[in-house]
């Protein structure tokens, strides 16, 4: 599970070894390993994005979840109305969206318990 950076970082790590499952909030230049990804991710993943997030454009989201079908990887992703990027971080209220945070966590808690061995 990664947040930001650390949302990419959780992708890049499900490409360098076997995991059970992988959790992205709001990958911050996951783009940039798109290609990386279309031979190398086997894991399932969860993403979670905002709708209003500039760093990351919906259309960037699409790509990705495209990506994921192509390949056949097991996927959920998730863009949440009215929020922008780090909308799960709660220490800043310029940002925190309470609702599609709990929300996340929840489909979060879910997922790993499904996946993890």
């Known amino acids: 599970m990664g947040f930001c950076f650390g949302g990419r970082m959780s992708l890049t790590l499900g490409m360098s070894r076997p995991v059970d499952a992988i959790c992205t909030f709001y990958g911050g230049g996951m783009q940039t390993i798109f290609d990386q990804l279309r031979t190398n991710l086997?894991?399932?993943?969860?993403?979670?994005f905002g709708?209003?997030?500039?760093?990351?454009?919906?259309?960037t989201v699409d790509e990705f979840d495209k990506l994921l079908d192509d390949v056949g990887?097991?996927?959920?992703?998730?863009?949440y109305p009215n929020s922008g990027h780090a909308f799960f971080r709660d220490s800043d209220p310029n940002v925190y969206i309470p609702e599609?945070?709990?929300?996340?966590?929840?489909?979060?808690?879910?997922f790993f318990a499904k996946n993890l061995n």
Do not use: Q
């Open 51 to 59: 709708d209003a997030d500039v760093s990351i454009p919906a259309g």
């Open 42 to 48: 086997k894991a399932p993943e969860l993403g979670f």
């Open 100 to 110: 599609a945070s709990k929300d996340a966590w929840e489909r979060a808690k879910k």
């Open 73 to 79: 990887v097991e996927h959920e992703i998730i863009m």
